[in-house]
C-alpha cells in the first residue's frame, strides 16, 4: 500500500527556520515526483515546492523561493522541505504528494503538475509561527 508520512511541523518563532519530512512508501520512488502543499486556515491549498525524483528538477512557490530548499534521500524514500526566516503567514497544515513523473505538466515552462493528477498525498503536518 502506497503511503506517505509527515512529520516535524511544530509551534516555532517567528524569523527560525525549519525542515519538514515526506517519507514514502509502497510505491517505486524514483519514478515520481514529490511536491508539498499547504493550506492555512480559511485558505485554499496552494503548492510550496516540487522535486522530480528522477531528474532533480524542482519547483519553488513565489512565497517559498529564496527562503526554502528541497532535497531527496532516496535511499530512505525521503524527501526534506527546510524553510528559513518563517514568518507567521507560513502557518497551515504542510501536506506531501506523490506523482508519477510520466504524467504531463499543467505547466511545462515552471515544470508544476495538476494538483487533481497527484496519485498519493499525506495527512499532513501542522507548522504554526508566533510572531
Known amino acids: 500500500e502506497a503511503q506517505l508520512v509527515e512529520s516535524g511541523g511544530n509551534l516555532v518563532q517567528a524569523g527560525r527556520s525549519l525542515i519538514l519530512s515526506c517519507s514514502a512508501s509502497g510505491f517505486a520512488f524514483d519514478g515520481f515526483a514529490i511536491a508539498w502543499f499547504r493550506q492555512a486556515p480559511e485558505k485554499e491549498r496552494e503548492g510550496v515546492s516540487n522535486i522530480n525524483i528522477q531528474d532533480g528538477s524542482t519547483w519553488f512557490a513565489d512565497s517559498a523561493f529564496g527562503r526554502a530548499t528541497i532535497a531527496t534521500d532516496t535511499a530512505r524514500g525521503t524527501v526534506y522541505l527546510s524553510m528559513n526566516n518563517l514568518k507567521p503567514e507560513d502557518t497551515a497544515i504542510y501536506s506531501c504528494?506523490?506523482?508519477?513523473?510520466?504524467?504531463?505538466?499543467?505547466?511545462?515552462?515552471?515544470?508544476?503538475?495538476?494538483?487533481?493528477?497527484?496519485?498519493?498525498w499525506g495527512r499532513g503536518t501542522q507548522l504554526t509561527v508566533s510572531s
Open positions: 504528494a506523490a506523482i508519477n513523473v510520466d504524467k504531463p505538466y499543467s505547466d511545462y515552462a515552471l515544470r508544476v503538475y495538476e494538483e487533481d493528477e497527484y496519485d498519493y
